[in-house]
C-alpha cells in the first residue's frame, strides 16, 4: 500500500506541473544543443542540460498552480486542477518549486560559468510570469520569453556564448508559444474580464487575439526558413519546417472555445507535433551531414 501510495503521489504531482508539456521546450532546446555542438555534446554535460531544463520547467509550472490556486478555483474550466480540487495541498507545490529550483541551480553551475551566473536571471523569469496576469495583457509574450530560455540556455551550456543562432530561436520559441498561449486563453475572456485579469484575448476580444496569433506565428515560420540560411542545416529540416506550416495552419482553423477538447487539442497537441517534428527534422539533419 505504501508504494501504491507513493505512485499515486508522483503521478499526481507529474499532472500538477503538466509534466508531458515538457515536449514544448525541450524540442528546441535539444535542437539549439546539437546544432552548438555540431552533433551530440558529452554525456555529462547532456545530462546536466536536462536536468536543468526538467527542474527549471516544472518548479516555474509548480508555482504557476500555487500562485494561481484562488484563481483556477473560481474559474469553472479549471476547478478541477489538482489544488483546488484538494488533490495536492497547496504548500506541496511551493515544496516542490523550491526543490526544482535548487536542482536547476545546482545543474547551472556543474555545467559552466555563464550559466551558473544567469540562473538567478531564469529563476526570476520563472517566477515573474505567474503574477503577471495581474497586471499586463503582455503575459502570453513573457511565457514566450521565459520559455525561450531553454535553446539560449542550452547553446550557452555547450559554446558558453552568445551568438545569432540561440537568439533566432529564442524569438521562435518567443512568438510560437505566446500565440497558442494566445489561442488558449480566448476560453477565458468573459472569466478574465469579470475577475480583473489581464491577457490579450480579455484586451483586444477574440477577433483580434486570434490575429495576434496569426501574425506571430506567421514570423515564427519565417524564423525558422531563416535558421535553414543561417546554419548548415538541408532539406530535411526545411521539409520539417514546411510540415509545421500546413500544422500551424491547421491549429488556426480549428479554434473554437466552444468547445473544450478541440481548443486542447489546437492549442496543446498540435504544437506537441510540431515541435517534435522540428526536432527530429533537425537532428536527422545534423547527424545525416556530420556522417
Known amino acids: 500500500m505504501g508504494f501504491r501510495r507513493l505512485t499515486d503521489k508522483i503521478r499526481l504531482y507529474g499532472e500538477l506541473v503538466m509534466f508531458s508539456h515538457t515536449l514544448f521546450s525541450l524540442p528546441f532546446a535539444l535542437m539549439a544543443m546539437f546544432l552548438a555542438a555540431d552533433g ?3 554525456g555529462r554535460l547532456i545530462f546536466y542540460i536536462l536536468l536543468a531544463l526538467f ?3 516544472n518548479g516555474a509550472n509548480a508555482l504557476n498552480r500555487y500562485v494561481d490556486a484562488a484563481y483556477d478555483g473560481m474559474n469553472p474550466r479549471t476547478a478541477g486542477r489538482h489544488i483546488p480540487a484538494g488533490k495536492v ?3 506541496e507545490a511551493l515544496y516542490i518549486t523550491l526543490i526544482c529550483y535548487a536542482i536547476f541551480v545546482f545543474a547551472a553551475y556543474k555545467i559552466n560559468t555563464i550559466c551558473f551566473l544567469l540562473s538567478p536571471v531564469a529563476l526570476a523569469l520563472f517566477t515573474a510570469y505567474s503574477y503577471t496576469k495581474r497586471f499586463t495583457w503582455l503575459c502570453h509574450v513573457i ?3 521565459t520559455c525561450a530560455g531553454a535553446p539560449v540556455g542550452a547553446w550557452l551550456a555547450v559554446r558558453g556564448q552568445f551568438e545569432l543562432v540561440p537568439l533566432v530561436f529564442a524569438a521562435v520559441v518567443t512568438l510560437w508559444v505566446s500565440g497558442f498561449d494566445i489561442i488558449y486563453g480566448t476560453q477565458d475572456i468573459a472569466f478574465d474580464r469579470e475577475t480583473g485579469l489581464f491577457s490579450i484575448p480579455a484586451r483586444f476580444g477574440f477577433k483580434g487575439a486570434i490575429w495576434i ?9 519565417i524564423l525558422l526558413i531563416a ?3 543561417i546554419t548548415n542545416l538541408g532539406m530535411i529540416y ?3 519546417v514546411l510540415i509545421s506550416g500546413g500544422l500551424l495552419i491547421l491549429e488556426h482553423y480549428l479554434v473554437d472555445p466552444a468547445h473544450r477538447a478541440k481548443m ?3 492549442s496543446y497537441h498540435i504544437n506537441q507535433i510540431i515541435s517534435m517534428l522540428l526536432l527530429i527534422a533537425t537532428t536527422l539533419d545534423v547527424f545525416l551531414l556530420k556522417a
Open 143 to 145: 511565457l514566450g520569453v
Open 264 to 266: 486542447n487539442f489546437a
Open 55 to 57: 527542474a527549471g520547467r
Open 40 to 42: 551530440l555534446p558529452s
Open 89 to 91: 495541498k497547496r504548500n
Open 213 to 221: 496569433a496569426r501574425c506571430f506565428h506567421l514570423i515564427m515560420w
Open 227 to 229: 535558421l535553414y540560411f
Open 238 to 240: 526545411l521539409c520539417g
